[in-house]
């Protein structure tokens, strides 16, 4: 493996393909959760919150990876992702013990934490045609959410929840090697006087469009964790009309994951042309109306609503590392991530014990989408605040 130093780059291809990874590895669980309740004698509603530590320090060591990424190299650091994901996605399906499994789920979740801070910090390093690629990228992430319902469902055809984390966690270590042979030295230029003059300079009424974002992030991240957790075990339930079985239910899933994830390459290539204060409007009143509409309906009804659902849930997310590209220079791009995310999946992970608790005082499945539907209220207030900016504002203009 070659030495990793500051300066090496890679095409946008790995960083996608390792964006896919990256939700499919934390994914593994939501999928697996049922049967390895039963290995372990545990209730299913109990035993998903052993799942809670990984998603907390999924958020949490955010910022950590950002720093250390700023300090040492951004290229080291996703070459340490692929390795320590795997690793510890090998240490899980090894556990004996649901202790040993609960420690192996935070190590994924702390491997996890590196790809959005760092790995979308080294695709926005190239502002052109930030929108679309971030769109792309976004495509490839949710492929991996789409990814892991049907596979850990195949697996768990063949197989037992301990292959679910030993098999992915093998294909981990071994893409880190192509990853890392990947790697390029930068070609970047001399920095023109424009640029260094704009250097570290941050757009005006950055504060507020940082402050919307936060409202954003809060209950997008919820929203996020919630769907991409929950809808596999609610086809389970609510599909019973067209398959009882879980791989079927799982392909379903993915479908639906599938389906969506196209949305945000609408959805950059919108923000590219209009402005995402609109666009973000859209996105909030589409969950709103469609993740309620998905508590009343069953079987096929169902899977329809829940693919328009989450392809306003999944458009958001390009839209606000966007706005950080517009607002934020580059020498600040990882911390504010870093912080975007430690915000967007810390607030995701409190939704295991919040679901755990409520599925456990009798509040149904159904119930449960009824509920998180409301708090797409709150990105529609984000939208209402978010600053309308000028063309020759932009920080990517500049940069």
């Known amino acids: 493996m070659k030495t990793i ?3 090496l780059v890679v095409n946008d291809i790995y960083l996608n393909f390792s964006h896919a990874l990256d939700h499919f590895m934390m994914l593994i669980f939501a999928k697996a959760a049922y049967d390895a309740s039963k290995y372990f004698n545990v209730s299913y509603d109990s035993f998903i919150i052993f799942g809670t530590l990984g998603f907390i320090l999924f958020g949490v060591m955010a910022p950590i990876s950002a720093y250390l990424a700023d300090k040492y190299s951004r290229s080291l650091l996703m070459v340490i992702f692929h390795f320590g994901i795997g690793t510890a996605a090998i240490f899980a399906g090894l556990s004996s013990t649901v202790y040993q499994l609960t420690i192996s789920l935070g190590l994924i979740g702390v491997f996890a934490s590196i790809y959005h801070p760092v790995g979308i910090s080294m695709l926005i390093r190239n502002n052109k045609n930030i929108g679309f690629r971030l769109g792309i990228n976004g495509v490839f992430g949710n492929m991996g959410i789409a990814a892991a319902p049907v596979i850990t469902g195949a697996l768990l055809t063949f197989g037992n ?8 966690g093998i294909i981990c270590i071994l893409y880190g090697l192509l990853f890392s042979k990947a790697l390029t030295q930068s070609k970047d230029v001399i ?21 919307a974002l936060s409202i954003t992030t809060i209950s997008g991240g919820f ?4 769907m991409t957790f929950f809808i596999p075990r609610y086809f389970e339930i609510a599909m019973t009309g067209i398959s009882t079985k879980v791989f079927v239910t799982g ?25 995402p204060k609109n666009v973000l409007f859209c996105m909030g009143l589409g969950q709103l109306f469609f993740i309620w509409l998905t508590s009343m309906l069953t079987n096929y009804n169902l899977f329809i609503s829940m693919i328009i659902a989450m392809c306003f849930v999944f458009g958001q997310i ?7 590209t517009r607002y934020i220079p580059d020498l600040w791009r990882a911390k504010i991530l870093s912080l975007k995310f430690l915000l967007n999946l810390s607030v995701g992970a409190l939704v295991l014990p919040i679901g755990s608790t409520l599925l456990k005082y009798g509040v149904s499945m159904s119930e449960l989408f009824f509920f998180i539907s409301f708090i797409a209220f709150f990105i529609v207030i984000s939208a209402a ?9 932009r920080i990517d203009h500049n940069q």
């Open 5 to 7: 130093d500051k300066n």
């Open 191 to 211: 920095l023109s006087k424009n640029f260094d003059k704009n250097f570290g300079k941050f757009a005006p009424n950055w504060p507020l469009a940082l402050a």
């Open 161 to 168: 929840w301990k292959l679910c984390f030993l098999f992915p």
């Open 385 to 393: 605040i978010l600053p309308r900016q000028a063309e020759d504002e």
């Open 223 to 226: 929203i996020f964790g919630s």
């Open 251 to 275: 392909i379903l899933a993915s479908l639906v994951y599938a389906i969506a994830s196209f949305s945000q390459i609408g959805v950059g290539w919108l923000i590219d042309r209009f402005s």
């Open 318 to 324: 390009p839209i606000t590392d966007t706005i950080i």
